[in-house]
């Protein structure tokens, strides 16, 4: 009873089954690995972990501890007391129930209970093992006589009878024990590599596990950020469109007014002329003469009068204004300048980094323009003193400042070389040799084409991008604390071309080679101003 009660102990809460690889955690339960992570996976991060069996509560993702104690308790009680459920042997004199055998006798070939095995006789030949179904397997197929023995050379089990035989007579011979002692000991060693080697595995599993959820916190955190931006952006459109129907509302207000004014007076004016009208259509159809000339005499009406400032009014109302298309369309455009401006602040980086080409660093066969923006291959060599900073065998340059920390982009327009490469460098790149040009050493990073190819290369490796690509605009993004630095291709939709990860520990420059045409590099303040333009 005792013993059982002791195998329930050994029984993880969550599967109901004896522990499989127990681990342990810091409130003192044990469940088995695999039970503790699938439950702690359905929990979430807000609301904090908590034990499945005394539910106290962790702050952040428990570690799990492997319990080697009760992990070395699992496998002896494992080896020593089998399933018996799993086992189904029975014990062969209980004929009227089936009772479980707990020990088989080799010379009687019978398995016994616990009862019978206390009245089981105890004399040498009478040898007992685990209870099996396959006792014929024990003993000698030969003589028939229990196997006792080991012969390493045949790498065989034998019995009194075999050893004494001529066969094995100058074999190295130990009794079963001892061989299984012997073997014991070599898979004790072999054991304790593979745990070595499991522990190790372990920890690989749980830093993949921790950068996992690393990433998904980071990923999370970023799509909250992105929420908040477009809302902000939807916001800011919103009071942007209530500012410009609202200055179109202003217009039309300032324009209908005069308008109203005047029509009321022409209506006025109008009503006057309908009088004058009907009266001189009355007068034309009298018949007394002197009626008609005194009438017209007295209220003038034969005179015309001068219609040119009549004229000139209709002229002022015809052309009395328009929509100011102009200040609606500088008003929309200068305040989704300003949106744009302020979204590109909080998405990554401020602004395009300001890159400027150290001609100290150029190849004597490349002419850098005077605003340290341009790069051109030259067939005339253009006589640069030879300085330790100086490329002496490829045709390249590095930019005059470095990055230590932070984000950063920069772009460079190449569709005026077929023969580049762009990318980045540490200060420490060798100036001279075959293996100085950026990508072929481990200093460097490049986008890189040739002959129609487009490569990316770090120390030498090359990474082929696929045929359809044609870069005429490079955008090269570095994440120098993430350890990220990015190629993109810009056309009318940016394009992710490949992501070098690195863990970066030097000062890392903007760099350039060209063997035919220029490369010209753009971003910095002067972008900025031309976007706000």
Request: proline share 3%; charged share 30%.
């Amino acid at each position: 009873m005792a013993s059982a009660e002791l195998r329930k102990e050994l029984d993880c809460s969550v599967c109901l089954n004896i522990y499989t690889d127990p681990v342990m955690l810091k409130c003192g339960h044990n469940f088995c690995r695999n039970c503790i992570v699938r439950v702690l996976d359905t929990q979430q991060e807000p609301e904090g972990y908590s034990c499945p069996e005394c539910r106290v509560k962790f702050k952040k993702r428990p570690t799990l501890q492997r319990n080697i104690t009760l992990s070395n308790i699992v496998e002896k009680i494992q080896s020593t007391q089998p399933d018996q459920k799993q086992t189904s042997i029975f014990c062969t004199y209980c004929i009227h129930s089936p009772v479980p055998a707990i020990k088989s006798c080799l010379h009687c070939e019978a398995s016994l209970c616990d009862n019978h095995l206390k009245v089981h006789s105890k004399a040498p030949e009478h040898v007992f093992i685990g209870p099996t179904s396959s006792l014929e397997n024990r003993k000698c197929s030969i003589h028939k006589e229990v196997l006792k023995y080991y012969c390493s050379e045949d790498a065989s089990s034998i019995c009194v009878s075999c050893r004494l035989s001529g066969e094995h007579r100058d074999h190295p011979i130990e009794t079963l024990d001892e061989a299984s002692e012997s073997r014991k000991k070599k898979l004790r060693s072999v054991l304790q590599k593979l745990i070595a080697e499991k522990g190790e595995i372990e920890k690989i599993v749980q830093s993949q596990e921790g950068q996992n959820r690393k990433l998904q916190g980071k990923a999370d955190a970023e799509k909250e950020r992105v929420i908040v931006l477009f809302a902000n952006i939807r916001r800011q459109l919103e009071n942007l469109e209530k500012k410009i129907l609202s200055e179109i509302s202003k217009q039309v207000e300032r324009l209908v007014l005069p308008l109203s004014k005047m029509i009321q007076e022409l209506e006025l004016e109008k009503d006057v002329l309908s009088r004058k009208i009907k009266h001189i259509e009355d007068l034309c159809h009298m018949t007394d003469s002197l009626v008609v000339l005194q009438e017209s005499d007295r209220e003038d009406l034969c005179d015309d009068g001068d219609n040119e400032d009549t004229d000139r009014s209709y002229e002022q109302i015809l052309d009395g204004g328009d929509l100011d298309l102009a200040l609606i369309s500088h008003v929309l455009r200068s305040d989704l300048s300003d949106i744009m401006l302020k979204v590109n602040e909080g998405v990554f980086i401020r602004r395009a980094a300001n890159i400027l080409l150290d001609e100290n660093t150029a190849y004597n066969y490349l002419l850098i323009s005077d605003d340290g923006k341009t790069a051109s291959w030259t067939y005339e060599s253009q006589n640069h003193p030879e300085t330790p900073a100086r490329f002496q065998w490829s045709p390249q340059v590095l930019s005059s400042s470095s990055f230590c920390s932070g984000r950063h982009y920069w772009e460079v327009d190449v569709s005026r070389s077929d023969q580049w490469r762009v990318g980045m460098c540490y200060t420490s790149i060798a100036r001279r040799g075959n293996h100085s040009a950026i990508g072929d050493n481990d200093m460097s990073w490049c986008l890189y084409r040739w002959e129609n190819q487009y490569l990316l290369i770090h120390n030498g490796k090359e990474i082929q991008l696929p045929g359809d690509i044609s870069v005429n605009r490079v955008r090269i993004y570095l994440d120098y604390d993430g350890g990220h630095l990015s190629f993109y291709e810009l056309d009318d939709m940016i394009r992710h071309l490949h992501t070098f990860i690195a863990t970066f520990t030097e000062p890392l420059h903007a760099a350039v080679l060209v063997w035919r045409g220029c490369i010209q590099i753009s971003g910095g303040n002067q972008d900025m101003e031309e976007v706000k333009d």
